[in-house]
């Protein structure tokens, strides 16, 4: 134990000593640690993102989306072709439609109470059926305030309602969009998904008045279906119409049409989840590998430039436990600063671009650390600061004095 | 009277393969050292003087023969116990001063005793007392990097006695000074000899180093060409 002890004072030592050496060496695994968390959290929140995404549109009904299914989420993400006013009429007079409602969103500027924020603002229509629908489908609720009634009133996500602004708003105050006035009618409880939270949702008419898009059209459509239609056959309907209002259109740059069942999104939220985690997993191994290799090249290097300095230690008396366990020591204390260092980069890395997605709602991106992986990170660079140092240390500790001596003079 | 030899060599060969051909640096050599013997190994470069240096310093193992050191086979010795052994019997001055360059002189003393599991404040107390000896008390906590050729010597001189070993071996000690300091090393191994009894081998190619001594070895091409008391015969002089 005391042997221990001094061991642990040579190698601090070592470490204190040799600063610019160590610095370097725990910068290389800094790196390989902060590639491997960074990685980890993107892909980790880049899961939780879309996952929240596709459970948002629950329920049993229809979604149309321009755009072929194949991109289907560079349209939900990113916005893309709308449907045009032809195109709602033709989904209404298909059989076995209710009732459709056209949905719009953007990112704009608020102000609440001299303080002015990104947000992204949703429009509806029709706007007092559409939250019927809403409310049954999509399980909207008001936690504060009340159903909005006029085309001045907002209803607010709940993240706006308390994190978007410095004070909380509450339902009955003002809010200005675009030189607009608004009520604040009521607040939704959440809808477990932060892009849905983050959003304030108005009058489709007042939306499309305030961005200037033309009436009628909308970013896609949900279609609630009539008692008892199956929902195969009203997607077939659907299409069926939708494909003659193009025919009728020719010329108009319309893009192909995705008509999506509830049953079809379910199928595609699983095949979607396990790609992205065949990619997480690609990723994480990338990372890990050339993270790894960083570590033990450093670690390789830091200790057969010293090969002589144990040379010396042999000749006066350094057992090879002894010099094993120096070096071990150290490269141990080097792996660990060097994955607190990366953990901590890491994190700042996914803290940023979780703050840009919150000040900005257009773009919806969140990342995730978990402890078990900061847990991970930290065993990883130890062991792998250990291992790659007890391998050149082990080398160096088994050569003969005289040879250890004569190297690199 | 029988004196029982501190270290014993017998039959030493070590050959260095180099390539295809085969280099033999010792011949089969045999050789005596008694306690308390301060002895001279001297020999043109490439004569195998360090090798035997090396070999009776246990850095190194031979290829065929016996080492005996204190009376123990040392070729047999496993390295875990050879390394306890070497730190305790054995001190170490060379040519290059082997210091470890990064902790200051103070702590290059020490680091021998920490091998021998000396407690910190009796190692401390034994290091500080050393340096003073050598004449280095004001300049402990210097780092070898900020002291002449001379005292990084003096330094290495207070390392190999720290744990007051039976046996200092010295290759080329004074190799990499002037002939002034190199007197001043030679000075203090022979007052550590004269005081304590300790036994002294130094490895030199110079005469006057040699003149120290109170033996001679000669070594050529791997064999000693000639064992001599300096009393008896002086070559170099001419």
Redesign the interface.
Known sequence: M??LK?YFR?AF??IK??RLRSFLTVLGIVIGVFLIVSLLSLSEGLKTTINQQLQAMGGKMIMVMPGGEEDIFTSMMFGGAKLQKEDIEAIKKAKGVDEVLGISYTGTIARYKDESKQIAMCGYEPWKEGLDILSIFQGWSISEGRWPSKGNQLLIGPYVANETFSKKVKAGSEMTIKGKKFEVAGILNSLGSQSDDSMVYMDMKVYQDLTGEKRGTAAYAMVKLEEGADENIVKTEIENSLEETRKRRTGTDVADFSVITSEKMSEITGTILGIIQVVIIGFASIAIVVGGIGITNSMFTSIRERT??IG???????????ILSIFLIEAGIIGILGGLGGVLLGSILAKAIDYYGQANPTFYFTTTISPWMIIFALLFSFSIGCLAGFFPARSAAKL????A?RKY? | MNIEPIIKLENVWKIYQLGKTELAALRGLSLEINPGDFVAIMGASGSGKSTLLNMIGCLDSPTKGKIYLKGKNIVEMPESQLSQFRGKVLGFVFQEFNLIPNINCLENVMLPMIFQGVPLLKRKEKAEEILKMVGLGKRMIHQPAELSGGERQRVALARAFANDPEVIIADEPTGNLDSTTGKMIMEFLKKFHKKRGKTMIIVTHDPKIANYAEKIVNIKDGQIVKNHSVAEEVLWKT
């Open positions: 005391e042997d001094e040579i030592r070592n000593t040799r002589k300095e010396i230690m042999k000749a006066i008396g350094a057992k090879n436990s002894a003969k004095p005289v040879e001596l003079e």
